[in-house]
């Protein structure tokens, strides 16, 4: 009996796919876990939550602007890798930047700088940490409220039209 019509065509093709997109999802949660491990009080306070609340705002929107669905998709998956490696970046330079001791700065710089301008330069570090990792979260989170309006408005506005079309 042939049971050639169980097999597709590109059937090694959409495998491969799916692979890639789940190899890419589960390296985004592996990279997000290793992420609040690493940043200690830091990322469970704030880091598990701000990316949960990003991943649950953007199946949101998913769900609620069905016409946008897979740019949605991809956009929530690209705004949420983005995120996390710039927590991956900022640690590493926060890091290294910390084993350096004022002078050491000078001479990596080529100038003399102060005690006070070295310590200052890593507590700037420290605070865009905190400004860049709550305003990203925050700014997905708006954009796809943005998302819903532009979506409602769209409605609103093709009931109108269907209305004014049938008044004539």
């Not at 991809?74 to 930047?97: D, H, N, Q, S």
Request: aromatic share 14%; charged share 15%; proline share 2%.
């Amino acid at each position: 009996m042939d049971q050639g019509y169980l097999v597709h065509s590109h059937s090694k093709a959409k495998l491969y796919l799916v692979g890639k997109i789940l190899l890419t999802y589960v390296a985004l949660i592996v990279l997000w876990l290793w992420l609040v491990h690493m940043y200690a009080a830091f990322g469970q306070g704030w880091i598990k939550f701000a990316v949960g609340i990003m991943w649950i705002a953007g199946a949101v929107a998913v769900w609620g602007v069905p016409e946008d669905r897979e740019q949605t998709i991809k956009e929530t998956k690209w705004a949420v890798a983005g995120y996390l490696l710039f927590l991956l970046i900022y640690r590493v330079v926060i890091v290294k930047f910390s084993q350096f001791s004022p002078d050491e700065v000078g001479v990596a710089l080529g100038v003399n700088v102060p005690v006070s301008s070295a310590t200052s330069a890593l507590g700037f570090i420290q605070n865009m940490l905190m400004i860049i990792s709550i305003l990203t979260p925050v700014g997905f989170c708006i954009w796809v409220a943005q998302k819903f309006k532009v979506h409602q408005g769209g409605k609103k506005k093709d009931e109108a039209f269907v209305k004014y079309k049938n008044l004539r």
